[in-house]
Each structure stands twice: as structure tokens, then as C-alpha cells.
């Protein structure tokens, strides 16, 4: 990069980036937490699932939402000078950030089978099918306003695109770098067009 430039990360795979993380460790995690009998017994462990999975995804998906629309409304163009950082390197930054924090998760939803079976691994399911909704969400917006939203990739070196070191998104056309609306991988055949 030149001087003066500096590299931009989508939001919305920022966003996406651990969630498939937590979903699939997570319904493995309540798929073999409901093999064991647990203190409290199967069906209350999956009934307590159950409620922990909606109430993480509800409370992962709406907290702040305000902040990101301010942050979204008040962006600006981003320059010829910034770097797009490609997806697959968002991704894998963010998941190489969070690898170990993910690992002490899978391990205590697994544990926690013991007293209540599934209910951790459906917790942590949760909190994955929130993020992708949120980023959903974010997608629905990008293509509202048919404009992509970007952030610093020095703002967010704990993954919070929202966070109070950021002040400030930016945004590009729709088709800029290799990620759909939402943080989707980008058909190649899209990619290839939209350089």
C-alpha cells in the first residue's frame, strides 16, 4: 500500500466471519450433549436449549443495531487510495483472532452436557445464528441503499465493527470486492466482472 493508504474490511463479514464457528461446533456440541442423561435430564436440557438458542441469537442480533445505521448514515465515499481487503483474509483474520476463545466455548458447551444435555451447544448455535442475521440484516440494507459498507481494518482489531475505537464507515459501489451484500462469497463469475 502507498503512503497514506490504508486497507478497509466489509462490515458485514467482519460480522459473518465467527458465526459459522459457533454454529456448527454448537449443534455438534448439542448433538452429543443430548447422547448424555445429564443431571437434569434430557428433555428439560432441550426445552432449556431451546429457550438459551433464541434468547442469544434474539439479544446477538439486535444489540447495536442503532450504532451500526448511525455509523452507516453518516459514511463516507471511500477514497482511490484504500485497499479492499478480500474476503477469504477477513475471514480468516477474524476466525484467527477468536480461535481460541471458539475452542473454550466448544469444549465448555460439551461440559456443560453433564448438568444440562445440549443446552450450551444450542447457546452457542445461537449466538452463530445471530451474527448471520445480523449480517443478513446488513445486507438488506446495502442493497436499500445499493451501497457497500466498509471499515477500517485498524479500528477493529478486537472484531467489533461497532465498537467505539470506530468512528467512521465508508462505502463503495455494490459490486466492489469479492463479497455479496451481507458478506456472502461473490460468484466468481461476478467477482471476475466486477474487477
Not at 448514515?73 to 482511490?80: E, L, V
Amino acid at each position: 500500500m502507498g503512503r497514506g493508504a490504508y486497507a478497509l474490511a466489509r462490515v458485514a463479514v467482519v460480522v459473518r466471519a465467527p458465526a459459522g464457528w459457533l454454529w456448527w461446533p454448537g449443534v455438534l456440541a448439542a448433538g452429543i450433549g443430548a447422547l448424555v442423561p445429564g443431571l437434569t435430564g434430557r428433555r428439560i436440557g432441550l426445552l432449556a436449549g431451546a429457550a438459551l438458542f433464541l434468547i442469544a441469537a434474539a439479544v446477538v442480533f439486535v444489540v447495536r443495531r442503532r450504532r451500526y445505521l448511525e455509523l452507516a448514515r453518516d459514511a463516507s465515499r471511500a477514497g482511490k487510495a484504500v485497499f479492499l481487503q478480500d474476503r477469504a483474509v477477513t475471514v480468516r483474520t477474524r476466525r484467527r483472532a477468536l480461535r481460541w476463545w471458539l475452542l473454550l466455548a466448544f469444549l465448555a458447551a460439551m461440559a456443560s452436557s453433564f448438568a444440562v444435555p445440549a443446552a450450551g451447544g444450542l447457546l452457542l448455535a445461537g449466538l452463530g445464528a445471530g451474527l448471520w442475521a445480523k449480517a443478513l440484516w446488513l445486507g438488506r440494507w446495502e442493497r436499500a441503499h445499493d451501497a457497500l459498507l466498509w471499515v477500517r481494518t485498524d479500528r477493529v482489531p478486537r472484531g467489533r465493527p461497532a465498537g467505539k475505537t470506530v468512528d467512521a464507515y465508508q462505502t463503495t459501489g455494490i459490486v466492489a470486492g469479492d463479497a455479496t451484500p451481507g458478506g456472502a462469497r461473490r460468484p466468481r463469475t461476478a467477482a471476475a466482472t466486477a474487477h
